[in-house]
Structures are given as structure tokens and as C-alpha cells.
């Protein structure tokens, strides 16, 4: 009976995204606009899973007092409050992104946790926009993604060409309206792959925002879906149909096998409604 058991942290740091190796031009290309010889900082936020077989003696998979202590004496504690890159030996040698934070992490809690419980994700936030997702279980290999997410609002009527006017309105509902109705629709893309070692990043931000923003932010940051935009105009706008889309544009940019590769679009419609399509 393997349960899974998540211990959350937070810690603040400074880094910068600067490789003395490279000219102050090669670092504006691989870095974007993060690209600079002096720090900044960010909140990070950590979340690690354990997974283990529960203990039927105390009904616990691993006593969370132990987890919480591996966590803080190896990372939070080495972490917090430190310039990354001039403070901690390990970013001497690796670049300060997230993905090289998550493996930080996952390096050191891995033989640090108590007996019977066993690593099986990092997650690390540096932003509410963006965040890296380090997983292995069991014999799998391991997995590295990161994902930045997007706004934008739009509106849009659901309405199928290939139903008569009666079967939609009884099949959408209000969401008929001729007029139409709106959505703050929120993105998140998610690229799977293998850190570049020199860079650290799976893939470069300052790029994907430039191609989420030409395939996806202009084209339909307020338009009205089935009036504005040739993609819609013979396909109802739901947003599982909207989720498709984003994920045919961006897979035109964005490779889907290999590595790096596009694993996942996601739209939220509402706080209540999410679609997740992955190809």
C-alpha cells in the first residue's frame, strides 16, 4: 500500500543569469531579458513528495517531523537568504535556474530522507508564472519539465455549425448567447526535457514567451473568438477545442518529440473549468 506524502517550504534567495565565459552578447541570447551582472531575487516556493509503504505500527508513512528536518538542515537552511551564486558551491558550477534548483534540492534530500520512504518529485516555483517539476519513480527514468503560464481574455459564442439552431441552444445553454459572452482565460505550457548544461534551462523563456505571445497572445487577447480569429471560424470555441488550437500553433515552433519537447498545454477557463491537452 504506497502512499504519497508532499512537504511544502518556502525560501528567499538572490542569483543572476550571467556566465563569465560567455561575452555580454552571448549572454543576452541565452538569457533574454534575465540576462545581467547584477542579482535579483526571488520567494521561492518548494514542494517535495515522498512515497513509501504505510507503517501499520504508527499509520504513517514516514514521520513528517523527519522529512521537514531533512528539508530545512539540507536545503532551507543552505539556501535562504543567499546570493546563489557566490554563496552556495553548487551554483559555482551550474547556472541558478529552477530546473538547477530542483535537482539542488533533489540531490540533496535523496539520501537524506528517513528509511522506508523514497523521493519521487521536486517542484519548484520561482514565480506564480513559472515553475519546474523534477520526477522519478521506481526503475522510470528521470523526468525535468518546466512550465510558464500566460493570460488573456477573450470572448466567444458556443456554437456548432454541424447542430441546428434549437440543438444548440438547448446543448450550450446560455452559453449560446448570440451576443456572446467572455473568459480571463489563463495558459500554462509546459516543455519536457534535459537542462542545456551550459544554460541550465530546458528551454529559453525569454523564446517561449516570444512564441506564446506571436502564436497565442495577439491573435486572441480580446477578440471575440468566432467573429476575429480564422481558426474559430468554422470550429465552436469551446475550450477544449481552444486547448487544440494552442497546442497545433505552438507544436509548429516548439518540437514534440525529443528533447526538448512540448508535453502539455492547459487552459483555465474558470477558477472551475481547466483542459489539458498533450498532443
Same mark, same amino acid.
Given at each position: 500500500?504506497?502512499?504519497?506524502?508532499?512537504?511544502?517550504?518556502?525560501?528567499?534567495?538572490?542569483?543572476?543569469?550571467? !556566465?563569465?565565459?560567455?561575452? /555580454?552578447?552571448?549572454?543576452?541570447?541565452?538569457?533574454?531579458?534575465?540576462?545581467? +551582472?547584477?542579482?535579483?531575487?526571488?520567494?521561492?516556493?518548494?514542494?517535495?513528495?515522498?512515497? %513509501?509503504?504505510?507503517? +501499520? +505500527?504508527?499509520?504513517?508513512?514516514?514521520?513528517?517531523?523527519?522529512?521537514?528536518? /531533512?528539508?530545512?538542515?539540507?536545503?532551507?537552511?543552505?539556501?535562504? %537568504?543567499?546570493?546563489?551564486?557566490?554563496?552556495?558551491?553548487?551554483?559555482?558550477?551550474?547556472?541558478?535556474? @529552477?530546473?538547477?534548483? /530542483?535537482?539542488?534540492?533533489?540531490?540533496? =534530500?535523496?539520501?537524506?530522507?528517513?528509511?522506508?520512504?523514497? !523521493?519521487?518529485?521536486?517542484?519548484?516555483?520561482?514565480?506564480?508564472?513559472?515553475?519546474?517539476?523534477?520526477?522519478?519513480?521506481?526503475?522510470?527514468?528521470?523526468?525535468?519539465?518546466?512550465?510558464?503560464?500566460?493570460?488573456?481574455?477573450? &470572448?466567444?459564442?458556443?456554437? &456548432? =455549425?454541424?447542430?441546428?439552431?434549437?440543438?444548440?441552444?438547448?446543448?450550450?445553454?446560455?452559453?449560446?448567447?448570440?451576443?456572446?459572452?467572455?473568459?480571463?482565460?489563463? @495558459?500554462?505550457?509546459?516543455?519536457?526535457?534535459?537542462?542545456?548544461? /551550459?544554460?541550465?534551462?530546458?528551454? &529559453?523563456?525569454?523564446?517561449?514567451?516570444?512564441?506564446?505571445?506571436?502564436?497565442? =497572445?495577439?491573435?486572441?487577447?480580446?477578440?471575440?473568438?468566432?467573429?476575429?480569429?480564422?481558426?474559430?471560424?468554422?470550429?465552436?470555441?469551446?475550450?477544449?477545442? !481552444?486547448?487544440?488550437?494552442?497546442?497545433?500553433?505552438?507544436?509548429?515552433? @516548439?518540437?514534440?518529440?525529443?528533447?526538448?519537447?512540448?508535453?502539455?498545454?492547459?487552459?483555465?477557463?474558470?477558477? +472551475?473549468? &481547466?483542459?489539458?491537452?498533450?498532443?
Amino acid at each position: 500500500m504506497t502512499v504519497y506524502l508532499k512537504r511544502k517550504a518556502t525560501f528567499s534567495a538572490a542569483h543572476n543569469y550571467w !556566465l563569465p565565459s560567455l561575452s /555580454a552578447e552571448e549572454n543576452r541570447a541565452r538569457f533574454g531579458i534575465w540576462a545581467g +551582472r547584477e542579482p535579483h531575487g526571488h520567494n521561492y516556493a518548494v514542494s517535495v513528495t515522498v512515497a %513509501g509503504e504505510v507503517d +501499520r +505500527r504508527t499509520g504513517m508513512v514516514v514521520n513528517i517531523t523527519d522529512v521537514n528536518h /531533512a528539508l530545512k538542515s539540507r536545503i532551507i537552511d543552505v539556501l535562504d %537568504g543567499r546570493f546563489l551564486n557566490r554563496e552556495v558551491p553548487f551554483f559555482e558550477a551550474n547556472a541558478t535556474t @529552477i530546473e538547477n534548483v /530542483a535537482k539542488f534540492i533533489w540531490e540533496g =534530500l535523496e539520501q537524506n530522507l528517513p528509511n522506508g520512504s523514497t !523521493l519521487t518529485t521536486v517542484q519548484v516555483w520561482e514565480m506564480e508564472t513559472l515553475w519546474t517539476v523534477r520526477n522519478k519513480e521506481g526503475d522510470s527514468e528521470m523526468t525535468t519539465s518546466l512550465t510558464r503560464t500566460y493570460d488573456f481574455s477573450a &470572448s466567444h459564442r458556443l456554437h &456548432s =455549425l454541424h447542430l441546428t439552431d434549437e440543438e444548440n441552444r438547448e446543448i450550450f445553454g446560455k452559453c449560446n448567447n448570440p451576443n456572446g459572452h467572455g473568459h480571463n482565460y489563463g @495558459i500554462e505550457v509546459t516543455i519536457q526535457g534535459a537542462p542545456d548544461p /551550459a544554460t541550465g534551462m530546458i528551454f &529559453s523563456i525569454d523564446e517561449l514567451d516570444r512564441i506564446v505571445d506571436e502564436e497565442v =497572445l495577439k491573435p486572441f487577447d480580446h477578440k471575440h473568438l468566432n467573429l476575429d480569429t480564422p481558426e474559430f471560424a468554422e470550429i465552436n470555441p469551446t475550450s477544449e477545442m !481552444l486547448t487544440v488550437v494552442i497546442w497545433e500553433k505552438l507544436s509548429k515552433r @516548439i518540437p514534440t518529440t525529443g528533447t526538448p519537447r512540448l508535453l502539455k498545454v492547459v487552459v483555465n477557463e474558470t477558477a +472551475r473549468n &481547466s483542459f489539458e491537452y498533450r498532443g
